[in-house]
């Protein structure tokens, strides 16, 4: 199986700070990742797939690059609606494995 | 509108059996893999499995595709009810291991290359003595 290795596994930054997570694959996985923001104690979302493409509807201060094993997820200024635990997602090869998550919170 | 509407918690003693359900509505329902997520009390997310409810064109005839994480074989079981759109996640012998939320959701996209895009609320399952 593939394993995702996230970092780091919390945060904490001030609003409008630039906030950047990153998440590094076992093996190549090409582009096929995929960002979710899962909001205290509500159901994830997708925010970010195929590694860059932002989902339709998120804020455009939310993006994503990489390509093979290394990949960033950043919010260019962040807002107190993105406190959240946010997770990458191989999406490659099965198992669909998730990174552990990271925790964002405000300062 | 797309939606996925999943079953209410449950609250079930260990060595009982089990079957949550999410009915899709709003698009196509043998178009789209759906997956299983679990959530572990306070942890993340962990893919479960993924059926895709068409059973027209599989490599098995008159089955459903699907597939498990190494994880979670053999421990739960999904299948589909195409006549209500409506996909299910089953446990033979719940553990108190079993307690989390479990979300299912509709994959855009083959079995990999995909992503989730649409989820359901969640079902709260607890199994405590």
């Known amino acids: 199986d593939i394993q995702m290795t996230q970092s780091p596994t919390s945060l904490s930054a001030s609003v409008g700070d630039r906030v950047t997570i990153t998440c590094q694959a076992s093996q190549d996985i090409g582009k096929y990742l995929n960002w979710y923001q899962q909001k205290p104690g509500k159901v994830p979302q997708l925010v970010i797939y195929?590694?860059?493409t932002l989902q339709t509807g998120v804020p455009s201060r939310f993006s994503g690059s990489g390509y093979g094993t290394d990949f960033i997820f950043t919010i260019s200024s962040l807002q107190p609606e993105d406190v959240a635990t946010y997770y990458c997602q191989q999406c490659d090869s099965l198992p669909l494995i998730f990174g552990g998550g990271t925790k964002v919170e405000i300062k | 509108d797309v939606h996925l509407v999943q079953s209410g918690a449950e609250v079930k003693k260990p060595g009982e059996s089990l079957k949550i359900s999410c009915k899709a509505s709003?698009?196509?329902?043998?178009?789209?893999?759906i997956t299983w997520v679990r959530q572990m009390p306070g942890k993340g997310l962990e893919w479960m499995g993924i059926?895709?409810?068409?059973?027209?064109?599989?490599?098995?005839?008159?089955?459903?595709?699907?597939m498990y994480s190494p994880s979670f074989e053999g421990q739960v079981t999904i299948s589909v009810d195409k006549s209500l759109s409506t996909v299910y996640l089953q446990w033979n012998s719940l553990k108190a291991s079993d307690t989390g939320i479990y979300y299912c959701a509709r994959q855009k996209g083959a079995v990999v290359n995909g992503h989730a895009e649409y989820w359901g609320q969640g079902t709260l399952v607890i199994v405590s003595s």
């Open positions: 195929d590694a860059s």
């Open positions: 709003g698009y196509n329902f043998t178009t789209y893999w």
């Open positions: 059926i895709h409810p068409d059973d027209s064109d599989t490599i098995y005839r008159g089955d459903y595709d699907t």
